[in-house]
């Protein structure tokens, strides 16, 4: 056997091979061997029929497959195995670049055969400069009047609604309408797009603004007449972009008591027993979240500097595994949040694919700062320090009690996960940031990886939890 390698683009090497016919017709003899042995011929005991009747049963093409499939894969695992430098940085299997049918067309058993493969190996990576940057990055400054918005929303929530006559309607209100949709041009009424007798809260974000603002100051029996452009979240979607006049009729207003801000509404929402207590942990998630963005700020803009001095050409293998782990995480964040019946139908293969395409420049971006990062912990000899590893290792295992977890490949992930934190940390540390204002810095485009979950299992600090979802404040 010969092998003659190449260097191809995309990390690829390629093995151009040629086999001797002897390794060939090796593989044909004993493949006909065990079908004489086992094939069942009609007329024949298994085993007593003649080759040429077995032969012609099975057919010269399936069999010239066969042959040719095996030949394929033991010639590629010996010329892998004689290689071993290529093998040692080998990703994933190896590509058949040269046509399949057409090499099953041409092959004889016993004649030279050459074809040619090629295989993905860890990328080449070039840094111009590692170290010494100069960089701008966005300080977030804490507002810790969230925590008074917070505290007013979970009032909201455990407020009581009391009927209210005699005074005209406020914000925070819920009041009680007819209301009508009427086409501007032709002053018909839209069908289905209004309701009777139906009920809304007075709050810019739970309806149309534009509605919500001329229903403050009406009162019971008066009628709000709003025109706008059907709007495109709304239902019918038929209406959507059509001119319209929104008929506002009140019915009812009920305002809202609301209780107190003492121990005992604090005691109701949270396991912290006095509202002081409350108001200091509420305090330390919007300090934390803001620390944790203005670390993340940092980190953004030391790592553009970073991937800005890279050369790299990134194989096809680790490009796909990036994508895979992507659109499995984003279809994880969904099917949490939908019915699983709508989820089976709405994971279509036309929509991975379409996730696939989106996902894209994130993989590539996130790709190129991992390989830049895994060159620098090579350089300056990087380590992962074992006692936060193992810790770290069995904190996720008792988070997920899931049996068919291997804890060898979990400790691996986690490693190269320790280690690239490790290798950010150096980078902060060996360049220069200078912190500016929030809002100052030219935004970066909104990528698909802003609508992901985070994976690091830390939601502390996420202050829109607490004001968007929970129903309690935990510690």
């Keep these: 056997m010969k092998v003659t390698l190449e260097k191809l683009p995309a990390s690829q090497i390629g093995f151009d091979i040629q086999v001797e016919g002897a390794k060939s017709q090796a593989i044909y003899d004993r493949i006909v061997k065990d079908l004489t042995r086992t094939m069942q011929v009609p007329g024949f005991r298994k085993g007593k029929a003649p080759t040429q009747l077995v032969l012609r049963q099975v057919g010269s093409q399936r069999l010239k497959a066969n042959v040719l499939e095996e030949l394929l894969e033991k010639t590629l695992t010996e010329a892998l195995a004689e290689n071993k430098e290529v093998k040692d940085k080998a990703i994933g299997g190896f590509q058949l670049i040269t046509d399949i049918e057409s090499l099953v067309q041409t092959f004889t058993p016993g004649q030279e055969v050459s074809f040619k493969a090629a295989i993905d190996v860890e990328p080449e990576v070039t840094l111009a400069k590692y170290q010494g940057f100069v960089v701008q990055a966005e300080e977030i400054k804490p507002d810790l009047t969230e925590v008074d918005r917070t505290l007013n929303e979970f009032q909201v929530r455990k407020s009581t609604l009391v009927p209210v006559e005699d005074r005209a309607i406020e914000l925070n209100d819920v009041v009680t309408v007819d209301l009508k949709v009427l086409d501007r041009e032709t002053g018909e009424e839209l069908p289905d797009a209004g309701e009777e007798d139906f009920q809304l809260d007075v709050d810019e974000k739970a309806f149309i603004p534009e509605v919500v603002k001329a229903l403050v100051g009406a009162a019971i029996d008066d009628v709000i007449e709003v025109e706008s452009v059907f709007p495109e979240e709304y239902y019918p979607e038929e209406y959507v972009g059509k001119e319209i006049k929104y008929v506002v009729t009140v019915k009812s207003i009920k305002g809202r008591e609301l209780p107190a801000l003492d121990d005992e509404f604090a005691q109701s929402i949270s396991d912290k027993q006095t509202i002081a207590e409350l108001r200091e942990l509420l305090e330390k998630r919007v300090l934390d979240e803001a620390e944790s963005k203005t670390k993340a700020n940092k980190e953004r803009a030391v790592l553009d500097a970073l991937t800005a001095e890279l050369e790299v050409d990134l194989p096809v293998t680790l490009l796909q595994q990036e994508l895979d782990f992507l659109v499995r995480q984003q279809a ?79 400790t691996s992930l986690i490693r190269e996960e320790i280690l690239t934190e490790v290798a950010v940390e150096w980078l902060i540390e060996h360049s220069q940031i200078e912190l500016v204002e929030q809002g100052s810095l030219k935004p970066e485009p909104e990528t698909v990886e802003s609508i992901s979950p985070s994976t690091d299992g830390d939601t502390d600090g996420d202050i829109d939890t607490v004001t968007v979802e929970a129903t309690s404040v935990e510690a």
Excluded: G, H, W
């Design 332 to 410: 994880n964040y969904l099917q949490e949040r939908i019915d699983p019946a709508m989820a089976k139908q709405l994971f279509t293969k036309e929509l991975v694919e379409e996730m696939r395409r989106l996902n894209q420049p994130e993989a590539v971006n996130r790709l190129r700062r991992k390989v830049a990062l895994d060159e620098i912990a090579k350089k300056e000899k990087l380590s992962v320090d074992e006692a936060a590893l193992n810790e770290r290792v069995a904190n996720t295992l008792e988070a997920l009690k899931d049996p068919n977890i291997d804890p060898a490949r979990l």
